[in-house]
């Protein structure tokens, strides 16, 4: 179980066009999905915390105008890389909480990543 | 904020040997401290955790250890192998349901 899922898998875009990544909880429900961020031989740095229903929480220095994040039902968060650069070229991943077996101890589950390439 | 430190960096050992990787924290309200293990590529895949409540969890080959008082907690890797040569990283959230925070990482390399 706790299975989450991203899409795509990597891509490779032009510069000046946007690119929607979806994370998605394949067998549980999550109120609470995370954004990271991870450039080549670096951490993960997370990018904002979405919530199911409301606006998303990004952290300082995250344009959220520039990274549009959806979190519609329980099982779905997308993040939308508006007029995307170079320099937005990097490894993202999802991650989510478990909002019924574990979430009281925060275990989170991570998707796969999803490497985008800005040409 | 939370803030998560590493060190070090990079750690070599030979096969057999034990491995230490060391991390503090900044806020007294975490209580929770996974460690990830990451393949190049690939997503991170937790290895163990420690909840704020003991000091010492051990998993076979495997163990993390929590300092609350001094904010740090360390994981030990006896009789490496080859196979674990990777990137570790620690990383830290309270039970209110915040991201979790990461170290900087450290890049394993076990020689045999």
């Known amino acids: 179980g706790a299975v989450v899922s991203q899409h795509p898998s990597w891509v490779i875009c032009k510069s000046g066009t946007s690119v929607k990544i979806e994370c998605r909880s394949l067998?549980?429900?999550?109120?609470?999905m995370f954004w990271y961020r991870q450039f080549p031989k670096q951490s993960l740095m997370l990018m904002a915390t979405?919530?199911?229903?409301?606006?998303?929480?990004?952290e300082q220095g995250v344009e959220k105008d520039k990274f549009l994040i959806n979190h519609a039902s329980l099982t779905l968060s997308t993040l939308t890389v508006t007029s995307a650069h170079p320099e937005d070229s990097s490894f993202y991943i999802c991650s989510a909480r478990d909002l019924n077996g574990l979430a009281v101890y925060n275990e989170q589950f991570f998707g796969p990543g999803t490497r985008l390439t800005v040409l | 904020g939370e803030n998560v430190e590493q060190h070090p960096s990079t750690l070599s050992v030979q096969e057999g040997d034990s491995a230490v990787i060391k991390c503090t924290y900044s806020d007294s309200a975490s209580n929770y401290f996974p460690w990830y293990k990451q393949e190049l590529g690939k997503r991170p895949q937790l290895i163990i955790d420690i909840r704020s409540n003991v000091g010492e969890k051990k998993d076979q080959r495997i163990a993390v250890t929590l300092n609350k008082t001094a904010k740090h907690f360390s994981l030990h890797i006896t009789e490496t192998q080859p196979e674990d040569s990777a990137v570790y990283f620690c990383?830290?959230?309270?039970?209110?349901?915040?991201?979790?925070?990461f170290g900087k990482g450290t890049t394993l390399s076990v020689s045999s």
């Open positions: 990383a830290a959230s309270n039970q209110a349901g915040t991201a979790l925070i």
């Open positions: 979405s919530n199911e229903g409301s606006k998303a929480t990004y």
């Open positions: 067998d549980f429900q999550a109120t609470t």
